[in-house]
């Protein structure tokens, strides 16, 4: 059997194909798993159900999985990742991808968490800064650009020293069902991305949940 990425429907493509890498940023474990800031695992978990993408291959330092979500399993490749390094070191998992299969950095969109946004605003940007994000921040010291998509979700914001248990505790119940519609925005602005580029998922995206 030739090397490369089995995907959903059975193919396997060579080492270095063209594809777009989806990467959600989190940390690994049952005790974080519906934490804030594991809302990237999340939306990189539904995107899997949502494309039909087995997501449990072991590589890159994370959980992976590829597929072609268009129509009938056509159009580009995806792959799917979410780094198992815990948050702070999550750009080694996304170097290791990008190295081995030449993603080029306009094709990776990295999800994440914001407490800048209200929550379940989604905010895309082509390129950036870290803004005091850690796991970005690591993807940005490890590729060495930021020229890359991204897409922040936001979690609402608290004061003073309940930050960290607000970023690493859970959504309340009268939060979960935003976080839920955003998980699904989410989805759609990701497949716009793919289909229709940055800049058109930014025009249709960037705005209130009312109106998207």
């Known amino acids: 059997m030739p090397s490369g990425v089995r995907s959903a429907g059975g193919r396997v493509e060579p080492d270095g194909c063209l594809m777009k890498l989806i990467v959600g940023l989190g940390n690994p474990g049952r005790q974080y798993e519906n934490t804030r800031h594991n809302v990237g695992y999340r939306v990189v978990d539904a ?3 949502h494309w039909n993408i087995d997501l449990t291959r072991r590589r890159f330092s994370g959980l992976c999985g590829s597929g072609y979500p268009g129509p009938g399993g056509t159009g580009e490749q995806v792959l799917l990742l979410k780094p198992e390094t815990f948050m702070n070191l999550s750009g080694r998992s996304v170097r290791e991808a990008m190295t081995f299969h030449k993603i080029a950095p306009a094709d990776v969109l990295v999800v994440l968490d914001d407490m800048a946004l209200p929550l379940g ?4 940007r082509a390129s950036g800064s870290a803004g005091g994000h850690n796991g970005l921040s690591s993807v940005i010291q490890e590729i060495g650009t930021q020229q890359f998509p991204r897409l922040r ?5 608290v004061e003073g020293r309940r930050m960290v248990s607000h970023v690493l505790g859970p959504f309340t119940r009268d939060e979960e069902p935003e976080i839920l519609r955003a998980i699904d925005r989410a989805i759609a602005a990701i497949e716009c ?5 940055i ?3 930014m025009t249709r995206f960037n705005v209130g949940p009312e109106k998207t």
């Open 193 to 197: 991305w793919i289909t229709e580029g």
């Open 121 to 124: 605003r989604l905010r895309l």
């Open 47 to 49: 995107l899997a159900r």
């Open 153 to 157: 979700i936001g979690i609402e914001a």
């Open 199 to 201: 800049e058109k998922a």
